[in-house]
T-cell receptor, first 108, second 115 residues
Framework: KNEVEQSPQNLTAQEGEFITINCSYS?????LHWLQQHPGGGIVSLFM???GKKKHGRLIATINIQEKHSSLHITASHPRDSAVYIC??????????FGKGTKLSVKP | KAGVTQTPRYLIKTRGQQVTLSCSPI?????VSWYQQTPGQGLQFLFE???????NKGNFPGRFSGRQFSNSRSEMNVSTLELGDSALYLC??????????????FGPGTRLTVT
């Protein structure tokens, strides 16, 4: 069983829609990362958060430490948002433990 | 600042051979982590180096090894390649000290194909 679970696995949206990707984990953590991976492989770190909420442009990430749950929201989605979104928790020794990713496709 | 660079970007090797991949972190970053990404297993942590010392290691066989130099550049080596080693190998650097969560900056990856 993966320690970090993401849902949905795949998501197709129309341009302009509000998108939510969920991440849950089974143990207490110090921080959680949201990453974006485009075709070709490059990974970009979107957020690292340990409590509350962070916002960057159209992206919002929230975390509820007590419920062991985090969400990534994309407002006014655009085809360029199409990518795989990965959440990863920080393990006890500082390494990252990854979810399987959510493949997002935004249609024009 | 220049980003994290990895060389080579693509590599084709034959079973039984060995391979060395290189990662140059962002200037000033002392921590370098290596990850393997495959379609079946997703992203998995290989090891982390900090100030030339392996600080943390994932659950991979001893064929996978690494090192870090005094300028923080890191190499990973895979000996006796197997078909299952075909993967995207990513490194990430951070300015982490010890024992704290930290933001990681990823390189573009090296895509290794073993035939």
């Amino acid at each position: 069983k993966n320690e970090v679970e993401q849902s949905p696995q795949n998501l197709t949206a129309q341009e302009g829609e509000f998108i939510t990707i969920n991440c849950s984990y089974s143990v207490g953590i110090s921080a959680l990362h949201w990453l974006q991976q485009h075709p070709g492989g490059g990974i970009v770190s979107l957020f690292m958060l340990s409590s509350g909420k962070k916002k960057h442009g159209r992206l919002i990430a929230t975390i509820n430490i007590q419920e062991k749950h985090s969400s990534l929201h994309i407002t006014a989605s655009h085809p360029r948002d199409s990518a795989v979104y990965i959440c990863a928790r920080v393990g006890s020794q500082g390494n990252l433990i990854f979810g399987k990713g959510t493949k997002l496709s935004v249609k024009p | 600042k220049a980003g994290v660079t990895q060389t080579p970007r693509y590599l084709i090797k034959t079973r039984g051979q060995q391979v060395t991949l290189s990662c140059s972190p962002i200037s000033g970053h002392r921590s370098v982590s290596w990850y393997q990404q495959t379609p079946g297993q997703g992203l998995q942590f290989l090891f982390e180096y900090f100030s030339e010392t392996q600080r943390n290691k994932g659950n991979f066989p001893g064929r996978f090894s690494g090192r870090q130099f005094s300028n923080s550049r890191s190499e990973m080596n895979v000996s006796t390649l197997e078909l299952g080693d075909s993967a995207l190998y990513l490194c990430a650097s951070s300015s982490a000290g010890t024992g704290a969560p930290y933001e990681q900056y990823f390189g573009p990856g090296t895509r290794l194909t073993v035939t």
